[in-house]
């Protein structure tokens, strides 16, 4: 049974439309949702990014879905601030909350004014900042020095259960390596062979917890349209690590993006006007082993995507692959 959920954009909806948005996805037929954690867009067109925390406490309040997000403890987030606000979404809403906790990209951490650090040193305060969040939601009273310093730090509200923490993988060898820590595993789309060698190596390597995947995509009535869309959101996103980690504003990844062109875009959104060749690619990718696939439509206007996939795309995936009740 594969659960297929909603991925709230907040670097491309204003907040109170991404809100209205997953009611609605909540009333099509989508089971879950997730977001991403930012302080920029991806691009200028993007042209949002509001605080995921705020607008995950109005989500859940408002809807019935279990929800995710993925954050970057250690450079703008001290973990004990992480800690504190996974321990107090678990503590008001039992079992319907995770996190999703990876090192990070330098356009939303530069913020700080601190020196971006190397990749290695990036992976290993991350591995810091998940003994202390855990160790927190365990009641501990947490003093830690190291890559991250924390001084007695202690979670007054905490949840009867600690919301699972989950692994923000790209790349075989981060999956690999997460495995070590992480309740579970969540990627994006690639070439089947490159996720099915991910979920193996997590696999292998111990990882427990579901996999889950988040999928890109492009849809409009009209082919043209949504090429345009794909295109004009998301060519930003194109780009293999380690430059989107690395580059510092929505400026730089415009100028990266300066020669992608529209055919370029389609190894990162799959792009069509036919709801039945979109229900075939999420089969395929339901039928790699993923637990949870989370749908990104790319456009900015959600409620058209909503309504189609809700009314063609999820009825004939639970037909195909089976879905969550």
């Known amino acids: 049974m594969t659960i297929f959920g909603f991925h709230a954009s907040h670097e491309q909806v204003h907040p109170t439309a991404l809100l209205r ?37 109005a989500a859940l309040a408002t809807t019935h879905l279990r929800f995710g997000v993925v954050n970057a403890p250690g450079q703008r987030y001290h973990p004990a601030i992480v800690a504190q ?60 020095d190291g890559l991250v310093r924390v001084d007695r730090a202690q979670l007054w509200t905490l949840p009867e259960v600690a919301p699972a923490l989950v692994a923000p ?18 990627t994006i ?23 889950a995947l988040q999928v890109h995509l492009s849809w409009a009535p009209d082919q043209a349209e949504a090429e345009r869309l794909a295109f004009e959101q998301w060519r930003t996103n194109v780009f293999s690590p380690p430059l989107p980690w690395d580059l510092d504003t929505p400026e730089a990844f415009e100028k990266a993006a300066a020669f992608v062109r529209p055919d370029d875009v389609h190894s990162a959104v799959r792009v069509s006007s036919d709801l039945g060749r979109h229900a075939e690619w999420l089969a395929e990718y339901a039928g ?20 189609a996939f809700g009314a063609e795309v999820l009825p004939a995936l639970r037909a195909s692959v089976g879905g969550a009740a």
């Open 21 to 57: 948005a997953v009611q609605r996805a909540e009333q099509a037929g989508f089971e879950a949702a997730m977001c991403s954690d930012h302080i920029a867009p991806w691009n200028t067109m993007q042209g949002e990014s509001a605080f995921a925390w705020s607008w995950l406490g």
């Open 85 to 144: 606000a996974i321990g107090t979404l678990g503590a008001m809403f039992p079992g319907r909350f995770w996190a999703a906790l990876g090192s990070g990209e330098n356009m939303n951490e530069h913020v700080t004014g601190e020196p971006w650090p190397r990749k290695e040193l990036r992976d290993a305060r991350l591995v810091e900042c998940v003994d202390v969040i855990r160790r927190l939601l365990a009641g501990e009273e947490v003093t830690h």
């Open 169 to 186: 993988a790209v790349t075989v060898a981060t999956a690999r390596r997460s495995a070590a820590w992480a309740d579970g595993l969540i």
């Open 189 to 211: 789309n690639q070439p089947h062979d490159v996720l099915r060698e991910m979920v193996a190596a997590y696999r292998d390597a111990g990882g427990r917890g579901p996999v």
């Open 288 to 307: 790699l082993g993923f637990d949870e696939i989370y749908l990104h439509h790319v456009g900015p206007q959600q409620d058209a995507f909503v309504d």
